[in-house]
């Protein structure tokens, strides 16, 4: 089962849901693989890195946009999840 998640969009207050794929964690940083349709095989996927302080009590996730971060997170998801294509 994939688990549900909501965010809320710091700029527009706006809640939206994804549905967490996957998460790994990497040089004590969490990171997610979320979709927005969890039965779509061709639905876009983002990775999320947490951000937030670890003395916060909510996770603060910001999508990943370092080409270099996320090609080494995409990696390591492809090899945890040998069934999917990340591109």
């Known amino acids: 089962m994939v ?4 965010f ?4 527009t207050k706006e809640e939206v849901e994804f549905y967490v794929v996957e ?4 040089n004590n940083t969490d990171y997610l693989l979320v979709t927005e349709d969890e039965n779509d095989e061709e639905s876009v996927a983002y990775i999320l890195k947490d951000t937030s302080d ?3 009590t909510e996770a603060v996730y910001e999508i990943v946009e370092d080409d270099n971060e996320l090609e080494a997170v995409s990696k390591i998801f492809s090899e945890i999840l040998d069934d999917i294509n990340i591109e």
């Open 3 to 6: 688990e549900k998640i909501s």
């Open 8 to 11: 809320v969009l710091e700029d």
């Open 23 to 26: 998460q790994t964690r990497v």
């Open 54 to 56: 670890p003395s916060e």
